[in-house]
Structure formats: C-alpha cells, structure tokens
C-alpha cells in the first residue's frame, strides 16, 4: 500500500540554524501539505502545494519557512532561521485532490536547542 | 475564527462496547471531514471520511454526518485495546472567495480508552 515518506524522524539544531525536512508523498498524489503539532496541542496546518506553487498558507508559515519540490518526487519544508519555538513534529501529507482525504507521514520531530 | 471542538476526555469504555466520540464545527460551509486515529508518538492515520449527511460505514467504525446542526461523530463498535488512541476530527473550510479549502482545521482530540 502506497505510503508518505519523510526524512529525518529526528532532527536537532541548534537556535538560529537552517532545517530542511523531507517528504516522498504518495505517487499520484497531486497536493502536498506540511502541518505541525507542538506537543500537548492540535494539528495545525502550515501550508498546501499544488502545481509548484503554494496554494494556501497559515499565519504560522512566515518568512522563515519555504517549502519546493525539488524533483519529481521529493517535497521539502525549509526553516531559514530555526526558533526555540519552532519544536514540534512536523507531518507531510499529500491527497489525490484539493478537498479529498489526505494521508500522513510518520512525522519529523524537530528539536530546536 | 474556523474551529473544531471535540471533547478531550479521556473517554473509558469497557472492551467490547461502542464508544461514540462526538465532534462539533464552526464553518457551516464545511464539505468534507474526516475522522483521524493518532496514537502517542505517531502521526494521524485516517480511518473514516465522510462528505454527504447521514451515515457511512466501515467495518466496526460508523461515521454520522448532520451539516444542520454542524455535527460529526463516530461510533466504534466492539472496542477493542488496540482502539485506545486519541481520535482527532478534521474539516475542510471553507471560504466565500475561493470555496472549499484543502487545509484541514483539526480538533483537539478525544483520547479513549478501552478496558480489557
């Protein structure tokens, strides 16, 4: 059964350092997401991609944060700058279209030190 | 502000009963939602979507759908052990501009516990 990938499972940096996260999103799969969750609290939604370019972005994904699709498979979310606050997993997802169900990633725990 | 409240529980059912986790939404435009199982540690794993009102069954999970009264549920009958997760409700929103949107706005999470 296809499945999203993503790479690390684990990333440390420290304060102030670039992070790039990977994602192989489901094959046939036309929009692709990032979405966070800190600890304790909810999912919550960063951006959507679609046709190499993003589609929707929250208020949480500022200047600091880009996401590309590097190649025909791959899909990257970059944090120039990293935060203290930017801790939290972060989820890949991807969904065959716009509103349709989307599957998840095993996630990348980010720890910013 | 677009929201989606769930009870956080925790929610204890003995093994072999239905539990029924219950989910209200903020955005009467909403088309699509979707019912996640998320088990400490792990990231969501979908289990149920539903888009039309009424009822949708999968197996031992029944998704209910009431767009009137902006109500989503899901009962999960002959719990078992293995069921003891938290269950995340997520909705699309949607906006007058652009209609549905492909984000998900995602509750809090009812976690459950099934007792063997």
């Known amino acids: 059964e296809p499945e999203v990938t993503q790479t690390p499972s684990h990333q440390v940096t420290q304060m102030g350092q670039e992070v790039i996260l990977r994602c192989v999103p489901i094959s046939n799969h036309l929009y692709f997401y990032w979405y966070r969750q800190i600890l304790g609290q909810k999912v919550e939604f960063l951006v959507s991609?679609?046709?190499?370019?993003?589609?929707?972005k929250s208020e949480i994904f500022d200047d600091q944060f880009s996401v590309e699709r590097p190649d025909g498979s791959n899909f990257t979310l970059k944090i120039r700058s990293t935060k203290l606050e930017d801790s939290a997993m972060y989820f890949c997802?991807?969904?065959?279209?716009?509103?349709?169900?989307?599957?998840f990633g095993p996630g990348t725990r980010l720890t910013v030190t | 502000q677009k929201e989606v409240e769930q009870n956080s529980g925790p929610l204890s059912v003995p093994e072999g009963a239905i539990a029924s986790l219950n989910c209200t939404y903020s955005d009467r435009g909403s088309q699509s939602f979707f019912w996640y199982r998320q088990y400490s540690g792990k990231s969501p794993e979908l289990i149920m979507f539903i888009y039309s009102n009424g009822d949708k069954e999968d197996g031992r999970f029944t998704a209910q759908l009431n767009k009137a009264s902006q109500y989503v549920s899901l009962l999960i009958r002959d719990s078992q052990p293995s069921d003891s997760a938290t269950y995340l409700c997520?909705?699309?929103?949607?906006?007058?501009?652009?209609?549905?949107?492909?984000?998900?706005?995602f509750g809090k999470g009812t976690k459950l516990s099934v007792k063997p």
């Open positions: 997520a909705v699309n929103p949607y906006e007058d501009y652009g209609g549905s949107q492909g984000n998900l706005i």
């Open positions: 997802a991807s969904s065959q279209f716009r509103t349709y169900e989307q599957y």
């Open positions: 991609f679609y046709n190499n370019e993003i589609s929707e």
